[in-house]
């Protein structure tokens, strides 16, 4: 499977394709949470990434329909919690399977907060907390780019890696 070419002679590469190639790689799992006055919202974050070390800056990629962006947005802070190898239940819950919605899905796991507020997974091998400090919208995506005001960081533990739509164990 390679795409099609448009009619302009332009390769296209549909959605599911495209998918399916990022489902190649192996990678952390995380759950990007944030805190307003309604309640915590979050969601698992497949693409949350550094942007600098000096000064400690993180993003999150965010599809326009994920109920939680409008929360990251109003708050202006965001935390990127690094998921345990055993926290693949948790990882559900944030990916949307199941029937647990919005503030119900913090009663997954134990949690607790850092500088902004923003919720923070207790077991999680570390957490950034942000502020945020740009938001780019992308066709369907909201990249938000955040400060790290605060961090948390477990000592040892092996990491929930997602690859070709489940876990690695």
Same mark, same amino acid.
């Given at each position: ?58 993003? @999150? ?46 009663? @997954? ?14 077991? @999680? ?9 740009? @938001? ?34």
């Amino acid at each position: 499977m390679t795409g099609s070419t448009t009619e302009a002679g332009e390769k296209r590469i549909d959605a599911r394709l495209f998918w399916r190639v990022l489902g190649q790689r192996a990678i952390g799992s995380t759950i990007v949470t944030a805190q307003s006055a309604q309640g915590p919202a979050g969601f698992l974050g497949l693409s949350a990434s550094h942007v600098s070390a000096d000064p400690p800056l993180m993003l @999150a990629s965010i599809d326009k329909r994920t109920s939680a962006l409008a929360t990251v947005l109003a708050a202006r802070h965001f935390a990127v919690n690094f998921l345990p190898r055993d926290a693949a239940q948790i990882a559900d819950v944030f990916g949307g399977k199941g029937t647990l919605k919005g503030a119900e899905r913090f009663e @997954a796991g134990a949690w607790t907060a850092l500088a902004t507020g923003a919720p923070v997974l207790k077991s @999680a091998l570390g957490a950034m907390d942000c502020t945020l400090e740009e @938001a780019i919208e992308r066709h369907g995506t909201c990249i938000v780019i955040g400060r790290v005001v605060d961090v948390m960081v477990a000592e040892g533990g092996s990491p929930l890696v997602h690859f070709r739509g489940g876990y690695l164990t």
